[in-house]
């Protein structure tokens, strides 16, 4: 790079460092998303859900607490064992249009 374009190229990035060191920090609120918030020593969000494996345990409960509200299908009326929702799903993308 020629001198010229070295001296731009440091102004424009102690521009926008100079931008972001004055910009202000986020506000803190009192909850998040329904839950109270929870922060640690050094004033960071922490983690609400305090289980095992952290949220992806809550996740996954819900996710089988989802499926179990739904009847499965059987070998007999179907290939294979799935949610019935799942015929749902189906679409045909070729051929006129139908509506639900």
């Known amino acids: 790079m020629k001198p ?3 001296r731009f190229a440091v102004a424009v ?32 969000i922490a983690p609400w859900y305090r289980g095992l494996n952290g949220q992806c345990d809550l996740r996954v409960r819900v996710a089988a607490e989802t499926l179990k509200r739904y009847p499965w ?4 009326n179907a290939i294979a064992v799935y949610p ?3 015929h749902l799903f189906y679409f045909q993308f070729f051929g006129p249009a139908r509506g639900l």
Do not use: I
């Open 84 to 86: 019935h929702c799942a």
């Open 13 to 44: 990035f102690s521009a926008l460092w100079g931008a972001t060191a004055l910009a202000p920090a986020a506000t803190v609120q009192e909850r998040y998303y329904g839950h109270e918030a929870v922060h640690d020593a050094h004033g960071v």
């Open 73 to 76: 299908t059987t070998p007999t």
């Open 4 to 6: 010229a374009q070295n």
